[in-house]
């Protein structure tokens, strides 16, 4: 009776064993070691990895040199890690950031026995040799272990990595004497390549109908925190945050996760932002996020409005040239959201050319400069002919005179190793110049450049886009800054993309309408007298390309 009572128990374990993809007994087992490093090197190199056996990842190796990511179903380590898999065919699979190799590598695993695995990642661009370093503007995992940040960094391979200290009320309001309140300061070097920053923040309030998010400040390299709404409010409007940001740390970094969001065209009207994420964190390794929560719909659109499946694409590339049209001067960047999303470190990832040594206020400066190119994977330069007045790479000015007879001469460099559908340039938000990449291999890397000479008629800017599709289907994207042209010395400004944005704010002037937006009349009258500024802003953007370009 006790046999048979045990032989169902045994079954019983065996059987939800089986239902959680767990190996039966022990003998059923093996393990793996591995180490990583590049060619002819010994010395370990950090990256991120998993294993697949029968179309599951695994990824809780043991000890504690590794960290998980649940969400993305990998992990990160210092360039060793050992893990215990069913006996087996086993593919492992080793990544380091956007600039190496990633490795698909196949063995068999015998029971009871470990097998010995060396990887060598190899290196197929490396940026920092040419002044670029990466970064992923929108990071959240880690908050409170400096250990798992720097491997972070190392892992997958970010340079300038910084950490979002404050998000929302998730650690309560910082006095100033404690921002940031890490032992080791205000940032780390996990190498000299590769740094840690805290003194960045994240305001949210989205959520909605389309118009009702105010959206999302990220904000960066703050001499003291912003004080955080109470309650989730809709009150301040996010101009008046930006404004506390900029008054308190003038040299500071302001983004937004996304375009689209309600009130990013109020801070822009207002000089609050310093750039915009065009490769966000919708996108992930296999699936895109579409538009919602609150994000600005179709409904004020002049023309067509139907993108399909990949609105989300459209609209947050045609609000930024809107945006350049109206000739505010953004930045393009990326981040990833790790710690929300299902995406590794830089996944959508920012590289910045610095004019010296990797600094936060290095990078920073370059952000604001406009020396930046944004990306989902490939990599993507932009310059002009340096014998221009005022050109050279992304984020400079031309001065040009339609008297003058040459061209403006433009190139766009492309480096990638996988598939890319096309490569464009686009001025005030047109294509003027494109390559079908479709038919082209990306083994081992596929090159390729664009050489345009053109002649500005009026003023504007030029910014250069690789496009390929994801996973899912849907469309990604490299892009860089734009480079701005002044030509015969009139402004940049657009009638059309003014007018456009004046729909966006009266759309917004009804929000505020809304009963129970905000507890009471006078909070519902400042926020839409910044509204109101807002508004101003873009007549007058109107009425100037009226002017100077008979719009």
Partial sequence: MANSRFRHVWIWVVTLAAAAGLPARAADVG????????????????????????????????????????????????????????????????????????????????ANQTANVDIALERWVNLCKEGWYSADMHCHFGLGNLTILKQLALADDINFEPLSSLWNHQRGNMSDESWPDWPAGASVFADPTHIVTFRNQEIERIGGEAFESTGALLMFGLARPVQMPAGNSRYPCDAVLGRMAKESSPE??????????????????????????????????????????????????????????????HRTNSTYYRFLNCGFRLAATGGSAMGVMPVPLGYS????????????????????????????GPMLILTADPSLSGAGDCGSQIRYSTNRGKPITVKAELRSIQPV????????????????????????????????????????????????????????????????????????????????????????????????????????????????????????????????WGD
């Avoid at 801070?267 to 929560?293: K, M």
């Avoid at 936060?360 to 930046?372: C, K, N, Q």
């Fill in 31 to 110: 393990k793996i070691s591995v180490s990583i490093h590049e060619p002819g090197s010994e010395v370990l190199l950090p990256c991120r990895a998993w294993v697949s056996v029968a179309g599951k990842r695994l990824f809780n190796p043991a000890g504690e040199s590794c960290t998980p990511y649940a969400r993305d179903r990998s992990f990160s380590c210092d360039g060793r890690f050992v893990i215990e898999v069913p006996a087996g065919s086993a593919i492992i699979h080793v990544e380091r950031g956007k600039e190496y190799q990633p490795i698909d590598k196949e063995i068999t695993v015998q």
């Fill in 252 to 313: 500071c970094v302001i983004d937004t996760d996304k375009p689209i969001w309600g009130e990013n065209i109020v801070g822009a009207a207002l000089g609050l932002f310093d750039s915009v994420q065009v490769c966000h964190n919708h996108y992930h390794r296999e699936a895109t996020i579409p538009v919602g929560w609150g994000m600005a719909g179709a409904d004020i659109e002049d023309g067509q409005k139907s993108w399909g499946d990949d609105e989300l694409f």
């Fill in 349 to 376: 990832r920012t590289y910045a050319k610095l004019d010296g040594p990797l600094t936060e206020a290095g990078y920073l400066a370059a952000i604001r400069a406009g020396r930046t190119f944004a990306t989902s």
């Fill in 421 to 548: 559908d096309s490569l464009e340039l686009i001025s005030n938000a047109k294509v003027i110049k494109k390559i079908d990449l479709k038919s082209r291999s990306s083994s081992p890397v596929l090159a390729e450049s664009i050489v345009l000479a053109f002649e500005p008629h009026r003023s504007g800017w030029v910014a250069a886009r690789a496009i390929f599709t994801g996973p899912d289907g849907h469309l990604r994207q490299a892009h860089t800054s734009p480079i701005y042209i002044m030509v015969d010395s009139k402004p940049t400004a657009s009638k059309t993309d003014a007018e456009y944005m004046i729909r966006w704010i009266d759309r917004l002037l009804q929000v505020t309408d809304k009963p129970g937006r905000y507890k009471t009349d006078t909070e519902r009258s400042q926020v839409q007298a910044f509204y109101q500024q807002a508004r101003q802003k873009y007549q007058d953007i109107a009425r100037k390309a009226a002017e100077s």
